[in-house]
DNA sequence: TTGTCTTTGTGAGTCACTTCACAGTAAGTA
DNA sequence: TACTTACTGTGAAGTGACTCACAAAGACAA
């Protein structure tokens, strides 16, 4: 359970995926699975799957195969699932809102704790069970609520100084829809979401593979 | 301009954000940049943006660099953005709608020419300028319009069914938003974009970067 | 007990992408 | 002309992730 070797990025995800597919299983009542199985399931190799399980300290027995409860709890533990983590939302625009509407099923663990706007026509309302503030607020609420990942749905002009007012705030993961990359300092991790250019890269491969992927 | 020796696809998706950038720089009237300029602004190496020119068969020159017209010239060539892609969305919810008001001020090339759902109420409907059409007339709408690229938006339950439909129409390229990996043919794309699962990677290594990333 | 079968755990190999580091070169200077 | 400077283009080394392939081990059979 300690394991402190970093674990790569792409296994982390692939933990997420993991984690929702035997969930998914267990309540149907399985309660136990195979590398392979497992691996058809998530599109990828038994071996991978095995290593994934390796790298993450875990181990299943050769005949019976994985556990399903202590994997999910093992790998729920990795991810830190345990603790609910706050969101906060900045850019209350089409994105946005269509962002909160989709957290208010709440997902596991995963809550959109607060939104902010300049638009004074937004403030204070409450867009899918999510409250909106002014975004001056901004750096007492993150305190207040204790959030560390923000969400950015602003215009790309903005994207940058919302960007540095989060950084000042202490978030430390930020994920971003606006076409720009981020300059964040090495203490803060940021990824992009960038609905565009996955559609331009898509169309290449649409046409581009003799055999790719 | 040939060079058909296989471009890595994190290659083209620097591609994408390079053709953007350098937009930008030449509509503000810069003709020329050097690699450790466009590095800069792409936040990435000098050597990474030399090597990503060299692999798209382009040169510069030691002392002007690199000629910003002729560089977004040879980009849209491989990126085949000379063509206008017609792309197609299916799942018109909350999700859907906001990608579509998000395609209104329509991307350079990039135009979502039909959406798609099973819902009554919005068959038939302009929504966010663009016409929503019953799943049933996916087929023959994906021939009359020449599209070859899909988005998908529905509940995660449907998302095999509507790519495996995808697929059948002709379609070649797959944006998923569904939290499920889909199984799709060699011969077609997908690519998946998970908001949680973003979120919830993000969560991790808001904890976990002692030095990471 | 021994043998067969199936699946795990993992060292070693492979592959793809990135970075290093330097030769080559054009422009400016005198 | 030769000298300096600043950059490109690229072979080679490095890095990190994935896959292979096989030893080890439990389960079952007889």
Redesign the interface.
Known sequence: MKLTK?IP?RT??RM??YK?LLSDLLSKGQKTLFSHQLAA???NTPAQVRRDIMTIGHEGSPHKGYDIASLITRITA????SKD?S?ALVGVG??G???L???TYR?P??TIVAAFDTDDSKVDRVISGCRCYHIREFESKVKELDI??G?ITVPATQAQAVTDMMVAAGI????NFA?V???VP????A?R?D???????????????K???
């Open positions: 970093n990025a982390i995800e997420v995926l929702r399931l998530a599109h990795i991810l830190d699932g983590r969101i089409n994105l809102r269509a962002i509407s989709y957290f997902h663990g995963l560390n990942v969400i430390r993961g930020i994920l076409p990359p981020l300059k090495d203490t803060v991790c990824d979401i609905i565009a250019s996955s559609l331009e890269k898509l169309a290449y491969f649409a046409d581009h593979l055999q790719h992927e």
